[in-house]
Every structure is written in structure tokens, then in C-alpha cells.
């Protein structure tokens, strides 16, 4: 089925479109429904951004991966490995390691699973993560920041540093600022503001 985004994000027009308004217009097309929610956080709202309908699809996963490096390394944040809360954070760390290597400055992914295993190594930690990396955790939606906080205590307690959290969308209700009174520092690709904009 060709949907409304296929001429804007055709090949012959991709150019014209900054990474950045490729992403908005993917979370606006796919992402966004109306109705009554209950988010991660318990908190209810008329709106929910289901990211992974883009972060999940091949354009969502091409758009991503590099431009959440390039706004890693803007932010001056220079991390051995990045990561997140398994299920939302795993194709956008999967992303940006992919196009880390293609950048010729390879980041290694893992995921945080949300038990530790009761078979095999009963790790928390799954991927090539090592103790003393520097780490910087992904989010897809970030609401009040709880699940980058938990995922933060997953790393930490496996001896990682934390330098930052990298976030598909922020949905601009308190989750910045609860991981700025932590000490850790947020780059978001879009806010919910953004995307809303261009949803009926």
C-alpha cells in the first residue's frame, strides 16, 4: 500500500527534506493516534505516540540511525556503547550502531531487559556491553523519564557510566527535567509539539 509520505520521501526528492523534518513527518504519518491512553508513566492522555511504527520501518530505521549520531556528537557526548529499555530503545540503538560503522566510528548496542533472565547467564544486560563503558541511553518516547531511569540503574549497577540520555521523541511532560535534576543530560530528535503540528 503507498501511503501519503511516499512522493515527499521518494528517492528523487529525498534530498530536499532535512533528516530532522524526514523524522517529523514519519512520527506524524505513522506514529500518532487519538483516543484515551494510558501511558508507560500510568499517566492518561488523549494522545499516543507509538514511535515504534516508525522507529521499526525501514525509513524510520535509515532516518534515525544517523541522525541520532550526528545529535549524539553535537551534544559533545562521546559514548563507547548506547542503549536503552528493551522494547522501544532496541531498533534505535540497533540503528545508530549500524550507522555508527558506516560512519568509520563504530558504537557498540545492547538492550536492558526488563528481568534478569532465570535461565543461562541471567544477565539484565544483553549485547556487547562492557563494565567502565560510557553510555549514553535511548528512549523512544520519553513521558516522565521513569523508564530511562530504570534502565540508567540497570547500567550503572553493571558498572557503566552514564553520559547522557538520547530520546526519538519528547513529549515535553516533566521527563526532561527529572533527568536533569539526575545530572543526566537529554538530546530529543523531535518533540511532541513538533509532531503534533502537522497531525490533523
Do not use: C, W
Not at 514519519?26 to 508507560?40: D, I, K, N, Q, Y
Not at 507509538?50 to 530505521?61: K, Q, V
Not at 526488563?114 to 543461562?120: I, L, R
Not at 530504570?150 to 547500567?155: E, L, Q, S, W
Amino acid at each position: 500500500m503507498v501511503d501519503a509520505l511516499t512522493p515527499k520521501l521518494s528517492p528523487g526528492n529525498l534530498r530536499d527534506v532535512t533528516p530532522h523534518d524526514r523524522l517529523i513527518s514519519l512520527l506524524a504519518e505513522r506514529s500518532v493516534r487519538r483516543g484515551t491512553f494510558t501511558l508507560a508513566s500510568g499517566k492518561q492522555s488523549s494522545v499516543y505516540v507509538d514511535a515504534r511504527l516508525t522507529t521499526m520501518s525501514p525509513e524510520g530505521l535509515a532516518t534515525i540511525g544517523p541522525l541520532a549520531l550526528e545529535r549524539i556528537r553535537g551534544a559533545g557526548l562521546d559514548p563507547d556503547a548506547v542503549g536503552g529499555l528493551t522494547l522501544g530503545a532496541d531498533p534505535v540503538a540497533y540503528a545508530i550502531a549500524y550507522a555508527s560503522a558506516l560512519a568509520g566510528s563504530p558504537l557498540r548496542a545492547f538492550t536492558v531487559r526488563k528481568e534478569a533472565k532465570v535461565h543461562g547467564t541471567g544477565k539484565l544486560i544483553e549485547g556487547p556491553f562492557t563494565p567502565g563503558d560510557r553510555v549514553v541511553i535511548i528512549e523512544d518516547v520519553i513521558t516522565t523519564g521513569g523508564s530511562a531511569l530504570r534502565a540508567i540503574d540497570a547500567v550503572r549497577a553493571a558498572g557503566g557510566i552514564i553520559i547522557g540520555v538520547l530520546a526519538v521523541v519528547d513529549r515535553e511532560e516533566g521527563g526532561q527535567e527529572a533527568l536533569a535534576a539526575a545530572g543526566v543530560p537529554i538530546v530529543a530528535l523531535a518533540t511532541a509539539s513538533e509532531v503534533l503540528s502537522l497531525v490533523p
